[in-house]
């Protein structure tokens, strides 16, 4: 059974740096999708940024472009996500989740959708992200 546990949250200053991980057990990452979600307040869950493993291939919200890089350490099977240039709108308990390659085509596979979410495979239970004076 895949089981993903997120770490490396914290409370940082606005233009401060965090780096999330998202450390898989129990399974190979090589043919899953791994998202990061984000659900501030509220606010319901959105997504932030989704790399496919099986391709390479990642999607980001506009949000997160140029700021939050997702990346795959493989010998670690690990998902991490480095976040730069937080502000406080960043704050938020920041999930990742776990999806099957193969569960849409590739160019959908990390496109955020309702559709995504019934196709979740595994949850983390969250890492609190705080960014604020």
């Known amino acids: 059974q895949l089981q993903l546990v997120e770490s490396g949250g914290g409370q940082v200053q606005p233009g401060g740096s965090l780096r999330l991980s998202c450390a898989a057990s129990?399974?190979?990452?090589?043919?899953?999708?791994i998202g990061w979600f984000r659900q501030a307040p509220g606010r319901n869950r959105e997504g932030v940024s989704c790399i496919n493993n099986q391709d390479g291939k990642i999607y980001s919200k506009e949000f997160a472009k140029g700021r939050f890089t997702i990346s795959t350490d493989n010998a670690k099977n690990t998902v991490w996500l480095e976040m730069n240039s937080l502000k406080p709108e960043d704050t938020a308990i920041y999930y990742c989740a776990a999806l099957p390659a193969g569960w849409a085509p590739p160019r959908a596979v990390c496109y955020f959708s309702s559709l995504m979410y019934d196709n979740i495979q595994t949850w983390g239970e969250g890492t609190q992200v705080t960014v604020s004076t």
């Open positions: 129990g399974s190979a990452l090589d043919h899953y999708a």
